[in-house]
């Protein structure tokens, strides 16, 4: 009889003890029960005969985690506060059949010419295991990460190249195909199980030579794998939301450290933690010798004849335009006139965003909708009215100023499928649409061949966040949407904001942006300290506050660990539960993560390195 550790995939559960008649290899997955219920789970040790009865192993799988997919998971459970199980269930096992031998195959290297800049960035890189890619926009870093995938492959090694959301891949497909051809492939969410199937079919025989996804692809089992390129590498996407709250960006330095292969971050605008941790190279200009023209409109949130006049000029000289705002839907705030109700969602403490089209209200974090009102609920007297502006609403507004203007409204309300992404892109990029009024989905890194001009509103609500990073976050944004514009003719772009003075003394050199922001943040904040975050969240209002203080009270006796602040959170409920927090900061993650282990508790929620504080 040989007894087995074995970690419960996607369950908090520590490993649990089971036996089996027959010897299996640690790494197998393998199916048991617990509770009556049939689970998978994944050896990752052989044991002695325990004082307890166990349960014998139902069946043993062909899928295995081989020692460095246990390792990396491990490393997950450890630095993140989760169980082995939850970390094992990121990865997608090898299969037995797989073996452990790629398919030969004849490659032919790519002709991509460099500039004298581009080949200088690209010998840097070359020459650092861990490198920063600091390229402002249209400098030409793709062609850089395709050179330098060209060498791997030349070397009977494989790619992986992460992109912050899926909304990215499908233009970089296009652009590395036409230059890999079917040796690339992609993967992410949205993708059907058969598409899914035929992808691992194809990374596991050695046909995929190039990898690209956002950062679930970063768990792929992807053998022989010789270079990570991590691109818009400061963006928040590649941080997890839910457990394990992991940053794909920071497991990939991970684990080209674990397997001692190069890892490449790029950015226009990079991270400050990225910028004082790793060597960078500074990649500056665009291809085309165009110039963008900064004009900044002292304004609250609103659409004002000045921006409509803007529009109307760029259409009538035949060009294209992008509109950002930071709010989906026509509205975000429905207050009454009469007793200044603010209609709310009854399971979130936030306030619900109006949907003309669907005549509802929906909440924005837990999904809730209800029919519109027509009066206050609260007052039954009292008529709505509406606050902080959408995108649905600004297209309505802008659809009037001529009824030849074509307006396309993007973001998650209506780019719902990859499909209708490509099919918006490239009625986009064929002049089929004047105008894009979007979210944050604007400035994620796609190329637009013909927009001179950029409205940006609603970036003062950015940088007013009580958030240590609003100033990077607001900053970072505004220079990436400027960036989508301008990138064959010269541009304008229209800032909504009363912060000229901070914003216009850093478009032009970011880098100033970071040496002064490591300044200010010296000694409080990341990148020279570390940060943790512990969330509380019960229906029992008391239940999470009780737990949350007791915590507290542990914590404060310990040394080297520091309670920045706790309390209710900013958003105090979110889908029926009351949400406490504490925020801690010490200068060493180990002693966080110390701390945390000896206050853990089921219903808290451990956020390492958090980039979210609400």
């Not at 206050?376 to 309505?396: D, F, I």
Request: proline share 4%; glycine share 4%.
């Amino acid at each position: 009889m040989y007894f087995y550790r074995i970690a419960l995939l996607n369950s908090p559960l520590e490993p649990l003890t089971y036996h089996c008649e027959n010897s299996v290899v640690i790494g197998t997955e393998v199916e048991i029960t617990l509770s009556n219920r049939s689970m998978k789970g994944v050896i990752i040790e052989e044991s002695e005969k325990p004082d307890f009865l166990t349960q014998n192993i139902l069946r043993i799988s062909e899928s295995f985690y081989p020692q460095r997919q246990i390792q990396f998971a491990q490393f997950i459970s450890e630095y993140y506060g989760c169980s082995l199980g939850e970390a094992l269930n990121l990865f997608i096992p090898h299969t037995v059949v797989e073996q452990e031998v790629l398919h030969t195959y004849s490659y032919n290297p790519v002709n991509i010419t460099l500039s004298e800049s581009q080949s200088k960035a690209l010998e840097f890189i070359r020459s650092h295991n861990i490198s920063l890619l600091f390229g402002d926009t249209g400098a030409g870093k793709s062609e850089i990460y395709m050179r330098r995938m060209d060498e791997v492959l030349s070397e009977g090694k494989r790619a992986l190249l992460l992109l912050p959301e899926i909304s990215l891949t499908p233009q970089m497909e296009i652009r590395f195909k036409n230059h890999f051809g079917d040796m690339v492939v992609l993967w992410h969410s949205k993708m059907t199980p058969k598409q899914k199937k035929v992808t691992l079919e194809k990374i596991h025989n050695g046909v995929a030579h190039i990898i690209v996804g956002p950062r679930s692809a970063l768990f792929l089992p992807i053998q022989n794998l010789g270079l990570i390129v991590v691109d818009e590498e400061h963006d928040e996407s590649y941080k997890s939301s839910s457990r394990p709250r992991y940053n794909a960006r920071d497991m990939a330095v991970y684990i080209g450290n674990l397997l001692k292969i190069p890892v490449v971050l790029g950015s226009a605008t990079p991270s400050l933690s990225s910028y004082a941790k790793y060597p960078f190279f500074r990649l500056k200009g665009g291809y085309f010798e165009s110039k963008r023209t900064f004009v900044f409109e002292p304004s609250l949130e609103a659409l004002t004849p000045s921006i409509d006049h803007a529009i109307m000029d760029n259409f009538n000289k035949e060009h294209q335009g992008i509109v950002f705002i930071p709010t989906r839907a026509n509205f975000k705030y429905t207050v009454c006139d009469t007793c200044g109700y603010h209609v709310e969602c009854p399971f979130c403490s936030v306030g619900m965003s109006q949907h003309k089209n669907s005549h509802a209200l929906k909440c924005h974090y837990c999904n809730y909708t209800e029919v519109l009102p027509k009066v206050c609920p609260k007052c039954q007297s009292g008529a709505l009215r509406t606050a902080r502006l959408g995108t649905a609403e600004a297209v309505e507004h802008f659809s009037k100023l001529s009824e030849n203007l074509r307006v396309q409204q993007f973001d998650r309300d209506i780019i719902t499928t990859q499909n209708k992404l490509i099919k918006v892109l490239e009625a986009f990029n064929s002049r089929e649409i004047d105008l894009l009024v979007g979210t944050q989905m604007l400035s994620k890194g796609h190329d637009y061949h013909d927009i001179t001009l950029a409205v940006v509103m609603g970036i003062d609500n950015l940088l007013s966040q009580s958030d240590y990073r609003a100033r990077e976050k607001a900053l970072s944004l505004l220079v990436q949407i400027a960036g989508r514009s301008g990138r064959k003719q010269n541009a304008t772009v229209i800032v909504q904001s009363f912060n000229e003075s901070f914003f216009r003394g850093y478009l032009d050199d970011y880098e100033k942006f970071l040496i002064d922001e490591m300044r200010i943040r010296n000694t409080r904040y990341p990148p020279t300290k570390k940060l943790a975050r512990l969330l509380y969240a019960h229906k029992n209002a008391l239940k999470a506050k009780n737990a949350m203080e007791e915590a507290v009270r542990e914590i404060e006796q310990m040394q080297r660990v520091q309670i920045v602040g706790f309390g209710a959170s900013p958003i105090e409920k979110i889908a029926d539960k009351y949400r406490f927090q504490i925020l801690l900061r010490s200068d060493k993650s180990t002693d966080l993560i110390r701390a945390i282990k000896h206050v853990k508790s089921p219903i808290c929620e451990i956020d390492m390195d958090p980039i979210e504080f609400t």
